[in-house]
Each structure stands twice: as C-alpha cells, then as structure tokens.
C-alpha cells in the first residue's frame, strides 16, 4: 500500500525558514516522480515544485523560485522541501504526491497524495 506521511510544518515568522519531509512507503520510490502541492483556505490547490525520479531534474512555481527547493533522499524513500524567505502568503496545508514516471504541475496528474503538512507564516 502506497502511504506518504508529511511532516516539519509550522508557525514561523516571515523571513525564517522550514524544511518540510515526505516519507514514502509501499513500493519503490525511485519509480516515482514527486510533486509538492499546497492549498490555502478557500483557494484551489496549487502546484510548488516537482523532483524526477532521479532528483536531477526539479521544476518550480514562479511564486516559489529562488525561495524553495525541492530534493529527494531515494535510499531513505524521503523528499524535502526547504523553504526559505517565507512570505505570509505561503501559509497554506503543504501535500507531497507521487506518479509514475515524469514529473507534473497539475493536482490530477498525481494519484497519491499524503494527508497535508500545516504551514503558517506570520507577519
């Protein structure tokens, strides 16, 4: 069974840092591309940033470049997000998901997801 646990969400002050993690288990993680979504209230969920299945290859919301960075740990079955320079309209539930293959930018590309990581930027 495929299970994604998020973890290293928080209440930080603008300008501060957090590393959120995802582990995985239930197959084999180098198999799948991972992507970080994150959803504010009342707004649609909204894709962060995406690793390949290698690491080597990561994509980014505009919203996010230069701020975030996306990584990936294969022999520990983990993917990272350092996020750094947080903005209050960073707040959201933070989601790492999983698919097959290529990385995507779109929530419906992935069909598993773990269950959200809260994240809450003060001003």
């Known amino acids: 069974q495929v299970q994604l646990v998020e973890s290293g969400g928080g209440l930080v002050q603008a300008g501060n840092s957090l590393r959120l993690s995802c582990a995985a288990s239930?197959?084999?993680?180098?198999?799948?591309?991972v992507g970080w979504f994150r959803q504010a209230p009342g707004k649609e969920r909204e894709f962060v940033a995406g690793?390949?299945?290698?690491?080597?290859?990561?994509v980014y919301a505009d919203s996010v470049k230069g701020r975030f960075t996306i990584s990936r740990d294969n022999a520990k079955n983990t993917v990272y997000l350092q996020m750094n320079s947080l903005k209050p309209e960073d707040t959201a539930v933070y989601y790492c998901?999983?698919?097959?293959?290529?990385?995507?930018?779109?929530?419906?590309?992935?069909?598993?997801w773990g269950q959200g990581t809260q994240v809450t930027v003060s001003s």
């Open positions: 998901a999983e698919r097959v293959l290529r990385v995507a930018d779109t929530s419906n590309a992935y069909p598993y």
């Open positions: 239930g197959r084999t993680f180098s198999n799948y591309a």
């Open positions: 690793s390949t299945r290698s690491g080597e290859g990561t």
